[in-house]
């Protein structure tokens, strides 16, 4: 009966971590712990691929409509919780007075959440596509090979014999926990400007 509720304050904690911006002060940005540590973790990922600022500009543009995609969907969810916030009202104050959530409440719930789960991994999946195609484009065979070796398969695809995992999954797993990440964008941004 508490999964959906679970489920809405484990999506809330994960979005107020990985959405959570910099701090500004004055012209220079100031970093919590974990967004350094995360910085560090991109950085590990990214550098070992050695990646040419040419190359880096041409994934710029994808990963940059993934998070805007990603920014609409967020937003979009919002709006559906909201619509939702006077029937949530009111279970609540029925609970208070240990009146039981309906059935069809709580199916309604499970319902909005399944949603979100399908459109965030079609919307995954789709810029997942989109980047791996530029990087088999603008990379060689052994920046392909740095990225399908640099995160394990366990990461990847834990339900999966580290051996079964294929080139491709890595690949695409790596996109998607490294290039997907709301961070990696702008720390790409700054690395093509250095060199």
Partial sequence: MTRPFLALSILLAFAALTYSAPIETGAQKKFTPVEKIKRLDIYNQVLPVV???????ALLPSIEQAQEKERRLVKQEADEMKAMEDRLDKALAA??????????????????????????????IESTDEIVSLLRKNLDAGQMKAIANAITAAEIAPEKKPEDVTEEERIRGWVRIVLLDPMAYDLLVEMSRKS
């Fill in 51 to 57: 990646m040419t600022t040419d190359q880096i500009k």
């Fill in 95 to 124: 609970a208070e007075k240990g009146e039981v959530p309906s059935r069809e409440l709580q199916q309604d719930i499970h319902k909005l959440f399944r949603d979100f789960r399908m459109r965030r991994l079609a919307l995954t």
